[in-house]
């Protein structure tokens, strides 16, 4: 896997990458129109944040590259990639649990806070990447 060199792309699949962990200033790119929405990425070595129409989508900390983002309002999948471990920040349903999958591994259920964020970790080294798959319970 590798950075996303663009940005922000819509694959093949239907799915959406994101992100340049790679990037030593803050890079951004806003208007990306996929499946009818806007997107707008900020991607950088300390930071991705991905919006839709105006709205938190994805946070990372430090910066990360995202690899076939899909998600339903019952299931969020995608591959993340790094080069040291990562705080991920989702927005989902409020007040909602989540069974939560890394790399095909259950590590247990989570919930959401008032706001529909869930946060988890992801040990990431350079060259490698993690599957992530949250599904509603």
Known sequence: M?????LIRE??????????YELQTKTKQDGFI???DSYKIKTFSEITKLERNGGFVYESVPGTAVH?????????????????????????EPEKE?????DEVYVGKMK??????????VELAENENASVVIEKI
């Open 68 to 92: 076939e983002f899909y998600a339903t309002d019952k299931k969020v999948m995608f591959r993340v990639e790094g080069d040291q471990d990562a705080q991920i920040t989702l927005e989902l």
């Open 11 to 20: 694959e093949e699949n239907g799915s959406l990458s994101f992100g340049n």
């Open 112 to 121: 959401t806070n008032l706001g529909g964020k869930l946060i988890l970790s």
């Open 98 to 102: 989540y069974k939560v999958h890394l």
């Open 2 to 6: 590798a950075v996303i060199s663009e």
């Open 34 to 36: 996929y499946n009818g």
